[in-house]
């Protein structure tokens, strides 16, 4: 079943014009269609009742339960070409709430604005994906942070991926073990070049858990990908 993003005003369904567009233009519902429609909370299924106008009626709320229930923050150092954009696919597939691209000392390729192209294009990748995968919810690509603002945000589990760590015995899998139910949690994945010693100390001093993500040294992307899955994984079994 076809599954778009909209609200859900007193029994219909009201779609935003790229929704629309996608549901006439692209897939070319037809009258008694049934598709699904996430509102940010629910997931309704639908029935497209006519096309012109467009009319797409409620027929119920589903039970469907596709959100985790931690709220998985990965914060990335921002990559060059396109990894960027498989950090946020992945993830996405994967349940992460929050993705924030960050600016640090071995950044390569700089972002000379907080907002710009590349990051709409990752908006697009975040909504597509969440439609593949069926979500409630879209999750959210915020504007590029620096590494200092990253390591000063809040969440109940804070996490450093640090290549410095690897084979180490404090992996990602079991400080992901310790999480419990409906706690949030950040995880900060360095950029190709890896962190500066100054940034280690940072995430030291804001009381981060130091992560080894395995015996081998990951691709920063891989890396991010790999704490999407190992996180999502957990949590559905504690969400059980
Ligand atoms: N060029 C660096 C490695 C950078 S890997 C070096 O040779 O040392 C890019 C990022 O992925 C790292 O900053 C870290 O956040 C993460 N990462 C990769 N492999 C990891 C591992 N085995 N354990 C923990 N973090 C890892």
Known sequence: ???????????????????????????RATVGEKIEI????????????????????ALEKTEFRRELDNHITIA????????????????TELGVMRFIPFVCDRTVVRPKEKEDKKLL???????????????????????????KDVVELSADVKI???????????????????????????????????????????????????ASLGRRILRAETAAIYASAILSAFSEQTGQ
Do not use: W
Request: glycine content about 10%.
């Open 1 to 27: 079943m076809q599954h778009y993003f909209g609200t859900i005003v007193d029994g219909h369904a009201i779609l935003d014009s790229a929704q629309r567009h996608h549901l006439l233009d692209v897939r």
């Open 160 to 210: 450093f991926a640090y290549e410095g760590e690897a084979g180490n015995d404090g992996t990602l899998l079991s400080i992901a073990q310790g999480i419990a139910k409906n706690q949030s949690v950040l995880v900060v994945v360095g950029p190709e070049g890896g962190f500066s010693e100054s940034e280690v100390k940072l995430a030291e001093d804001y009381g981060f858990r130091f």
């Open 121 to 147: 294009r990752l908006r697009k990748i975040a909504e597509e994906g969440s439609e593949q995968s069926r979500r409630t919810i879209v999750p959210v690509v915020e504007p590029y942070a620096d590494f």
């Open 76 to 91: 990335f150092a921002t990559l060059k070409g396109d990894h960027n954009d498989l950090i946020v696919l992945k993830g």
């Open 38 to 57: 996430a509102d940010g909370t629910d997931i309704f299924l639908c029935q497209v009742a006519s096309i012109d106008p467009l009319d797409v009626i």
